[in-house]
């Protein structure tokens, strides 16, 4: 046994490939589960108990020995191959560009990161709706400018079917399938009926916040609000709330913040009064309440209307609304964030 060792271990040192096939012939020939070497480890049962320990080391060792030497062969056989040998012809001649994401959904994801982490969860709802959803159930009297066809799409042939023009529809859904409490956000893309330029578009995105309980009041409500803009323009930020008008919440307002170019201090983006307005928002008019069939004498609740564009524009100084569609990359290459 000794000897036979001695002698695949002088064969082994003296071995010899000039390619990858050959290498691999050596490596089946000593190495394989019936190559020379692993039968010698089927002889190892036959050596007498004494001798065990000294003839398993001597084993071992071959073993060792000879993988080694396959592994230098190798190397060498590595290192002599040519340029041309070396090159992976498999890869994409092209280098492969990561993409970005489009600066409105990062905002739009910002936006739900923030109200997700004070409980909010999120619901979507279909663009083509109905005037109910869109209108009527929001409180809208018949008359109302945003049902005039300059404001508004309609299907042509059913005057009932609309481009949703805002968000809030999706308020309606929700609140008419599902029972209070409610905290939820609708994000989504609306439609309105203008001519395009650099402030306006014929489409746009908009996310709703929803907030349906017992005892919500209007402090809840700010608070929600504050807590919004200083994550996401910094926590030096004010905000101001002046009151307005919806159909669908009452009492309802405007919220702008403190100008986030100028700190407040008054600048040609805000038109030197310090601040830009980012919302609009209210409580919920019961009307609305009962038109989804919540009760409105147990139930109060808030709601909130945002534009995606105008937060990204504040964000990121964007001036020119367009440049959101036309898929330029120069411009989208540009927004690289966290989310
Ligand atoms: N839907 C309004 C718009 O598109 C925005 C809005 C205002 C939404 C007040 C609200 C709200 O939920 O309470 O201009």
């Not at 050596?26 to 089927?42: C, E, I, M, P, Q």
């Not at 398993?56 to 060792?61: A, D, S, T």
């Amino acid at each position: 046994m000794r000897d036979k060792i001695q002698a695949l271990l002088t064969e082994i040192e003296g071995l010899k490939a000039s390619s990858v096939a050959e290498l691999e012939a050596l490596r089946v020939k000593y190495l394989s589960k019936k190559g020379l070497v692993s039968v010698l480890f089927n002889d190892f049962r036959d050596v007498p108990n004494e001798s065990k320990r000294e003839v398993g080391q001597l084993l071992n060792e071959l073993k060792n020995k000879a993988q080694e030497k396959l592994n230098a062969i190798k190397d060498e056989l590595g290192s002599n191959q040519s340029e041309a040998e070396k090159l992976d012809l498999t890869r994409s001649p092209e280098p492969i560009a990561l993409g970005t994401r489009h600066p409105l959904s990062l905002v739009k994801n910002e936006i739900i990161d923030i109200f997700s982490r004070i409980g909010f969860t999120i619901a979507e709802g279909p663009e083509i709706e109905d005037d109910w959803h869109v209108f009527g159930a929001l409180n809208f009297p018949p008359e109302h400018p945003a049902r005039d066809m300059q404001d508004t799409f309609f299907i042509e042939q059913n005057p009932d079917i609309v481009l949703r023009t805002h968000t809030s529809s999706v308020q309606t859904r929700i609140m008419s399938a599902q029972k209070p409490p409610l905290r939820m956000l609708f994000p989504g893309r609306v439609y309105r009926n203008e001519a395009i330029s650099y402030r306006a578009h014929c489409f746009f995105h908009q996310v709703e916040g929803l907030y349906i309980d017992k005892d919500v009041s209007f402090a809840d409500l700010k608070q929600a609000l504050m807590y919004f803009a200083k994550e996401m323009f910094g926590s030096s930020t004010q905000i101001r709330l002046r009151p307005s008008y919806f159909p669908f919440t009452e009492p309802s307002a405007e919220m702008d913040i403190s100008c986030n170019l100028c700190g407040g201090k008054g600048c040609p983006f805000c038109k030197h009064t310090g601040w830009v307005e980012i919302l609009g928002c209210g409580m919920v008019d019961p009307n609305v309440l009962e038109n989804c069939g919540i009760d409105s004498n147990v139930y109060s609740g808030y709601a909130f209307g945002m534009g995606v564009e105008r937060i990204t524009n504040l964000k990121y100084q964007v001036k020119d609304l367009r440049l959101f569609s036309e898929n330029d990359v120069r411009f989208l290459r540009q927004f690289k964030s966290a989310y």
